[in-house]
């Protein structure tokens, strides 16, 4: 059985510990967000963002396999605050575009720590990451644009999910392996 590195461990390894609480919450807020869609009679709005859901919890996880791969010890914290309050779609999709940038400068931060400290493994780990994070800021950026411009009817952005296929894409064969597999 492999002794597992719990402590002291590098900036490094305790900025993904944090970030595995970011992306679980994350996680938890697109299904606030989503759930608010389901019960505003908007399935694809919903869909969307049960997806996102997903993709948070499978990047929660995949931070996971890494540490057990390097053998450093895990846990599984509790989500962060989550917002269940909102007045209209536009505000969902802002909170989510900003959660994004959050998460994207977060990655960021991963990556300086993994170079400071010459951990190029670590810094290979984290490039899938700073990809798919222009992808999501760039999907959020275009929904936001999306919705603003329905001015109201929502309908039409239900109808551009549709046709457009937003955050519908097949599962990247390039993630990082997840914990107990991706959903």
Not at 111 to 118: G, I, L, Q
Not at 135 to 143: A, D, G, N, R, W
């Amino acid at each position: 059985m492999a002794i597992l590195k719990k402590e002291p461990r590098s900036k490094f390894y305790e900025l993904l510990q944090q970030q595995i609480q970011n992306e679980f919450t994350a996680s938890q807020q697109y299904v606030a967000l989503a759930v608010w869609f389901d019960n505003s009679d908007l399935p694809q709005l919903a869909k969307f963002f049960y997806r996102q859901a997903l993709e948070e919890r499978n990047h929660a996880l995949a931070i996971t396999q890494y540490l057990m791969d390097t053998e450093h010890h895990v846990e599984i914290p509790r989500t962060g605050e989550i917002r269940n309050d909102f007045t209209d779609a536009a505000e969902l999709v802002e909170l989510a575009l900003e959660q994004e940038k959050e998460v994207a400068a977060d990655f960021r931060t991963l990556m300086k720590a993994a170079r400071e400290e010459d951990d190029y493994q670590g810094e290979q780990f984290l490039q899938w990451f700073l990809k798919e994070q222009v992808e999501e800021v760039s999907t959020m950026s275009t929904l936001l644009n999306v919705v603003r411009r329905s001015n109201g009817n929502l309908f039409d952005v239900e109808t551009y999910l549709v046709r457009e296929a937003l955050g519908g894409d097949a599962p990247d064969a390039e993630m990082p392996p997840v914990a107990g597999g991706a959903l």
